[in-house]
Nanobody, 118 residues
Framework: QVQLDESGGGLVQPGGSLRLSCAVS????????MGWFRQASGKEREFVAA????????DYADSVKGRFTISRDNAKNTMYLQMNSLKAEDTAVYYC???????????WGQGTQVTVSS
């Protein structure tokens, strides 16, 4: 059974940076399309970024283009989200997700809180 475990969230000032990690636990290791989503308090969960199995293709929400970078290291079974120039409106719980033998995201992590505040 595939399990996803996010880490790296925290409190950061506006303009600052954070890097989130998502560790994929599965034996044997298999690679899936993956992505990041976020949910702010009182709002619906929204797409942030996605990355292909090999890492060669990435897609971003307009709100984070040019500030966030998604990447993955398949040798380490880990996906990342580098977040720069953070804004207060980036405050949310961030979730990593995977498409496990599906064309939809059907496996989710527990989430990690990111708070951007001075």
């Amino acid at each position: 059974q595939v399990q996803l475990d996010e880490s790296g969230g925290g409190l950061v000032q506006p303009g600052g940076s954070l890097r989130l990690s998502c560790a994929v636990s599965e034996r044997p290791s298999t690679y899936y399309p993956m992505g990041w989503f976020r949910q702010a308090s009182g709002k619906e969960r929204e797409f942030v970024a996605a990355i292909s199995v090999g890492g060669g293709t990435a897609d971003y929400a307009d709100s984070v283009k040019g500030r966030f970078t998604i990447s993955r290291d398949n040798a380490k079974n880990t996906m990342y989200l580098q977040m720069n120039s953070l804004k207060a409106e980036d405050t949310a719980v961030y979730y990593c997700a995977a498409k496990v033998y599906s064309d939809k995201y059907n496996t989710w992590g527990q989430g990690t809180q990111v708070t951007v505040s001075s």
